[in-house]
T-cell receptor, first 115, second 114 residues
Framework: QKEVEQNSGPLSVPEGAIASLNCTYS??????FFWYRQYSGKSPELIMF????GDKEDGRFTAQLNKASQYVSLLIRDSQPSDSATYLC???????????????FGQGTILTVHP | KAGVTQTPRYLIKTRGQQVTLSCSPI?????VSWYQQTPGQGLQFLFE???????NKGNFPGRFSGRQFSNSRSEMNVSTLELGDSALYLC?????????????FGQGTRLTVV
């Protein structure tokens, strides 16, 4: 079993729809959760982070965390063609600075938003 | 505020050579982590430095090494290059303490080994 698994994709949604990206993790000690967006040929860009159970909203993005189910998701509302990218889920073990810089990444989900 | 800066952006090296990559973190950040990204393996953690000390290391051979300087800048070295070392090498910086572990990536160094 992979440590961090994402829905395999690719995911295609029409412009204006909600895109739902999912991620599960195996280490129950994980305490920090991140979503990165990576455009082709570019480096990953941090778009959301969440540490506590529940929802966290930032503009069109909502991150959801359920530690009991070891599940984290990202919702993108009103999807735009510019959201087309690979979305990477990353998990850190340990709170605060104790994860010592190590993030474990999923393999990524390719999202395409078509006009 | 300047972001994470990696140099060089592109490198072509021959098998058996060694290479040094550089990373300057966001001002104030004391943690620098290095990752290797390949199409087959995705993003894999190499190591992390905080205040000039390596705190964590991934599952890479000893040919991969790094260091951090007192100004938090970091270098990564790969010796005896192999074809399989061709990859995008990314560094990420963060505060590294309870203030926040959010990591921000540089543009990366694309290494090609021929």
């Amino acid at each position: 079993q992979k440590e961090v698994e994402q829905n395999s994709g690719p995911l295609s949604v029409p412009e204006g729809a909600i895109a739902s990206l999912n991620c599960t993790y195996s280490d129950r000690g994980s305490q920090s959760f991140f979503w990165y967006r990576q455009y082709s040929g570019k480096s990953p860009e941090l778009i959301m982070f969440i540490y506590s159970n529940g929802d966290k909203e930032d503009g069109r993005f909502t991150a959801q965390l359920n530690k009991a189910s070891q599940y984290v998701s990202l919702l993108i509302r009103d999807s735009q063609p510019s959201d087309s990218a690979t979305y990477l889920c990353a998990v850190g073990v340990g709170a605060g600075g104790t994860s010592y810089g190590k993030l474990t990444f999923g393999q990524g989900t390719i999202l395409t938003v078509h006009p | 505020k300047a972001g994470v800066t990696q140099t060089p952006r592109y490198l072509i090296k021959t098998r058996g050579q060694q290479v040094t990559l550089s990373c300057s973190p966001i001002s104030g950040h004391r943690s620098v982590s290095w990752y290797q990204q390949t199409p087959g393996q995705g993003l894999q953690f190499l190591f992390e430095y905080f205040s000039e000390t390596q705190r964590n290391k991934g599952n890479f051979p000893g040919r991969f090494s790094g260091r951090q300087f007192s100004n938090s800048r970091s270098e990564m070295n790969v010796s005896t290059l192999e074809l399989g070392d061709s990859a995008l090498y990314l560094c990420a910086s963060s505060w590294g303490r309870a203030r926040g572990t959010e990591a921000f990536f540089g543009q990366g160094t694309r290494l090609t080994v021929v």
